[in-house]
């Protein structure tokens, strides 16, 4: 069975600061992908990375950067100077490698950033 | 916009009416999805269609009935909920073809309140 675990339901910080949202997996597969999607009020989820299981270069993407430890099956989410534009719901999600998967979803980490 | 367009944007009804969701991607995926997404609660995988076949149903009931007409096309119909069917349903659209990225293509939802 998969599992994804966002620990922290909500986060609020300050514009400018730093915020790092969690993720941690459970999966028997030996190959998967891992993502990150955000989900601003508006209602969409938008895709942000997709980051394959042999794969554990860090990855950066302007202010966002993603670190992947399959030691600790974990797959952070860091934002760097944050922006209350990043006030969103952060959502972490599994699945075996192949095409036909459907991801497991975390619950999801609110993010508010305040000016 | 994402590519993929639901409406209504909003829907309110009452437990004994009849209403249809509609999604439309025009990005040439080929596997559309639909998830219901209520308050505190994870994401919840509805109905997959592949190539326009249903390949899994995760035991929704039957007032919810899923149409797919066309690979670009897709319907949710809605017939004497409950209350407790008032949530976001979110379309999805995927590219299962090898060499994609595998991301979810989300549109912005319908919010459904049941009175």
């Known amino acids: 069975a998969q599992k994804v675990t966002q620990a922290q339901t909500e986060i609020s910080v300050v514009e400018k600061e730093d915020v790092t949202l969690d993720c941690v997996y459970e999966?028997?597969?030996?190959?998967?992908?891992l993502f990150w999607y955000k989900q601003p009020p508006s209602g969409e989820l938008v895709f942000l990375i997709r980051?394959?299981?042999?794969?554990?270069q860090n990855e950066i993407s302007g202010r966002y950067s993603w670190n992947f430890q399959k030691s600790t099956s974990s797959f952070n989410f860091t934002i760097t100077a944050s922006q209350v534009v990043d006030s969103a719901v952060y959502f972490c999600a599994l699945g075996p490698s192949g095409g036909s998967y459907i991801p497991t979803f975390g619950r999801g980490t609110s993010l508010i950033v305040h000016p | 916009e994402t590519g993929v367009t639901q409406t209504p944007r909003h829907l309110v009804m009452g437990m004994t009416n009849k209403k249809s969701l509609k999604c439309e991607q025009h990005l040439g995926h080929n596997a559309m999805y639909w998830y219901k997404q209520s308050a505190k609660k994870p994401l919840e995988l509805m109905f997959v269609y592949n190539f326009k076949e249903q390949t899994e149903n995760n035991s929704v009931p039957s007032r919810f009935s899923p149409e797919c007409p066309n690979s670009s096309h897709l319907f949710l119909h809605l017939h004497t909920l409950q209350p407790e069917d008032s949530a976001l349903y979110l379309c999805?659209?995927?590219?299962?073809?090898?060499?994609?990225?595998?991301?979810?293509?989300f549109g912005s939802g319908t919010r459904l309140t049941v009175v």
């Open positions: 980051r394959n299981s042999f794969d554990e």
């Open positions: 999966t028997r597969d030996t190959t998967y992908y």
């Open positions: 999805a659209s995927r590219d299962e073809a090898i060499g994609s990225n595998y991301g979810y293509t």
